[in-house]
């Protein structure tokens, strides 16, 4: 089994700051994989990123970036100049090889006010 | 044209009833989950299908049970509902179980209130 620890509950920011969603796992598996969900008020659940354990490279994708470091467990997530509409709840999400399921973190409400 | 889609999006209905939950994908993946998310938004997946077989059965109770008539659909039947069933229940689809580098891909959701 995998688990996942998203220990930020709430963030609150002010639009156009810089905020980062931490994201800690624990795995038995040799080779996983790491997704970041976004679910707005809305209710649906968003993909945003999948990323290997063997690819520790960070990846940017407009205003998001994602750190991933294998040694210390953590797949961060940073929204850089943050905008009302990114007021979601993040859920950081490991996935093993088999069996394809995922166990999700508690997820941190992110909130951005204008 | 919706990739993965649960009917109905609400579903309000007394304790003791017996209600089911469909989902269709049209991503022609393999592999397809249901996931109960309770009101502190803790995501929990219950079920998963691929190709109509059961590969996961978590502990769920007997009321719940899932089919599969083909790879496309899984539905979700409740029987005897109670009030701790309130939830919203998410349908997923993947590829293949061993290809969650996929990742999944998730219906809209089902709001269940029991009253």
């Known amino acids: 089994a995998q688990k996942v620890t998203q220990a930020q509950t709430e963030i609150s920011v002010v639009e156009k700051e810089d905020v980062t969603l931490d994201c800690v796992y624990e795995?038995?598996?040799?080779?996983?994989?790491l997704f970041w969900y976004k679910q707005p008020p809305s209710g649906e659940l968003v993909f945003l990123i999948r990323r290997n354990s063997f690819d520790e490279q960070n990846e940017i994708s407009g205003r998001y970036s994602w750190n991933f470091q294998k040694s210390t467990s953590s797949f961060n997530f940073t929204i850089t100049a943050s905008q009302v509409v990114d007021s979601a709840v993040y859920f950081c999400?490991?996935?093993?090889?088999?069996?394809?399921?995922?166990?999700f973190g508690r997820g941190t409400q992110l909130t951005v006010w204008p | 044209d919706t990739a993965v889609s649960q009917t109905p999006k609400y579903l309000v209905t007394q304790m003791g009833n017996d209600k089911s939950i469909k989902c269709e994908q049209n991503?022609?993946?393999?592999?397809m989950y249901w996931y109960k998310q309770d009101s502190k938004k803790f995501l929990k997946i219950m079920f998963s299908?691929?190709?109509?077989?059961?590969?996961i059965n978590e502990t769920v109770p007997n009321r719940f049970s899932p089919k599969s008539p083909d790879k496309a659909h899984l539905n979700l039947h409740i029987n005897s509902l109670e009030l701790g069933d309130s939830a919203v229940y998410f349908c997923?689809?993947?590829?293949?179980?061993?290809?969650?580098?996929?990742?999944?891909?998730f219906g809209q959701g089902t709001r269940l209130t029991v009253v």
């Open positions: 999400a490991p996935g093993g090889s088999t069996l394809g399921r995922l166990y």
């Open positions: 795995t038995r598996d040799t080779t996983y994989y």
């Open positions: 299908y691929n190709n109509k077989e059961l590969i």
């Open positions: 997923a689809s993947s590829s293949r179980p061993g290809q969650a580098s996929n990742g999944a891909f």
């Open positions: 991503l022609g993946h393999d592999t």
